[in-house]
């Protein structure tokens, strides 16, 4: 009954023909660096469930933003499970895609004919860097606050349009209610659609070229 | 290979890499279902009692309107609902209290001195002094709370939705 559903639903899906295709490739003699794609991919997902979950209680107001994560750490229930996963995955996933960064600049895997995976990855690793500071600010409590305070006045220090960056990033000149909704805003829609897209061009590059092998003597 | 009865290290590896995605994904999925729920499982600790004040504060039977507020948390956000009482002395040890909305549609009823009835605005409705129907289109009478006197000071039971 089950292989009868499963052969019409491969018939039109084609699962056979995508299961081959992505997850039964060719692979050269690998270690264990070479899982840390697979772990970021992961963990993005993980950071995208969480962070959907917690929209549910969280506000983007200076009113209640700081407010309602107390609440969603005290009162609801495991409400620091998801919050929890959602702050110490958020350091992990950068931690994570750095070092797949590493592994494939030392194992000289950015070279032809991958160079648009590599520059689609170091997209990725700004969009992953840009998630980390504008979640930072949401929680809206001092430590966020002065660290917004400070990260956005860094660029403010690039001669003539400094100070212009400095502005659009905060939505004015100084952080205000502003500043939150419009970080929120880019951290759970503007950067996680980025991230998905380039993901996808990303994986299907992977698949497509393949991975390549451990540099040895004769390279 | 394809003979053995043992697992292959393929079949082997499906297997354990299934039970770990489960595993994983009850572990994050049972408490997110929780946390999803969390706010309809919580009790609404409603009922106290509220004192107003000592009885000989109150006139003998004349309803005199007594007003309070009352707070309750709602996640992160406090709501502030007011409240407001008739007291009606009907001897020196006895009294009545009731509630000032009207059972039509819960606008708020006023004593008026010169008629001797509770007069809604909204839809003409009147009521007796004791809380009782004379006409209008309200389905019952005032709503009347639980009292109790203490020390010579009047409480009311208030039990909140």
């Known amino acids: 009954m089950v292989r009868r559903l499963f052969q019409w639903l491969d018939e039109r899906l084609g699962l056979t023909t995508i299961h081959d295709v992505v ?47 107390q609440y969603i750490m005290n009162e609801v229930r495991f409400g620091w499970l998801i919050r929890g996963i959602h702050h110490w995955g958020a350091t992990l996933m950068v931690l994570v895609v750095f070092i797949h960064m590493l592994r494939t600049f030392f194992y000289a895997a950015y070279k032809y004919p991958r160079e648009l995976t590599w520059i689609s990855g170091v997209v990725l690793l700004l969009a992953t860097l840009g998630m980390g500071f504008t979640g930072y600010l949401l929680p809206w409590n001092q430590r966020a606050y002065w660290a917004t305070t ?64 451990i540099p040895d003597e004769n390279d | 290979m394809d003979n053995s009865p043992n697992l292959t290290r393929r079949q082997f590896v499906t297997v354990i890499g299934a039970a770990i995605s489960t595993l994983i994904g009850a572990a994050v999925g049972l408490p997110a279902i929780g946390y999803l729920l969390s706010p309809a499982l919580e009790k609404q600790e409603g009922e106290s009692w509220i004192l107003l004040g000592p009885l000989d504060n109150y006139p003998l039977n ?24 008739y007291v009606l002395r009907t001897s020196p040890t006895e009294v009545r209290v009731f509630s000032n909305v009207c059972t039509h549609l819960s606008c708020r009823v006023t004593w008026k001195e010169e008629v001797q009835e509770y007069i809604c605005p909204c ?39």
């Open chain 2, 62 to 85: 004349q309803p005199t309107l007594f007003t309070f507020t009352r707070t309750k948390k709602h996640g992160w956000e406090k709501t502030t609902t007011s409240y407001g009482v």
């Open chain 1, 23 to 69: 997850l039964d490739r060719k692979v050269p003699k690998v270690n264990w660096w070479f899982t840390l794609g697979s772990a970021s991919l992961f963990l993005f997902l993980i950071q995208g469930i969480t962070g959907v979950f917690l929209t549910v209680y969280y506000v983007p107001s200076p009113d209640h933003a700081y407010d309602s994560v």
């Open chain 1, 150 to 213: 400070v990260g956005t006045q860094i660029p403010g220090t690039i001669p003539f349009i400094g100070p212009f960056i400095t502005s659009v990033m905060r939505g004015g000149s100084e952080l205000s209610a502003l500043t939150l909704a419009r970080f929120f805003s880019v951290h759970i829609w503007f950067l996680p659609a980025v991230i998905a897209a380039t993901i996808g061009l990303h994986l299907y590059l992977v698949i497509r070229l393949g991975i390549s092998h």
């Open chain 2, 123 to 161: 839809h003409d409705g009147h009521f007796a002094i004791d809380g009782s129907i004379i006409s209008g289109p309200q389905p019952r009478s005032l709503d009347e709370y639980e009292t109790k006197i203490e020390d010579g000071n009047l409480f009311i039971f208030l039990k909140e939705a």
